[in-house]
């Protein structure tokens, strides 16, 4: 019996940890790094993304984000601006709806309390 529970625990801890790393992307710039993750992975429609910022110097920062598609033949450029709401520990969380496949650019702004706001641009294959 201890034998089986203890299978179904390492079965039910794997659940979890694949879970977790659905998806996520290091993004670089402006002197910082953003860890974008998702518990899903990305697709088009609404996505729940969370954005881990490390960098002590932006603890209780504001975060913003711009995500676009460039204009294509025949389609004009996709855009969305949206701030990102605070959690805890550098945790920032944003609902981003992608309203079709392809390459999205990804522009996160992070505005500390004091101190220049930066910029890190990434993308994002959907
Ligand atoms: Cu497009």
Redesign the pocket.
Known sequence: MKRLLKIFMTLALGAVLLQAAAFEKVAKGGGTEVTISSDKPLTTGNNKLLFLIKDAKYKDAAVSLKVF?PE?PG?PQ?ETETDAKALMDGKYESEINFS?S?TWQVWIYIAPKEGKKVRVRTSLNI
């Open positions: 598609m294509m389609m996709m079709m392809g």
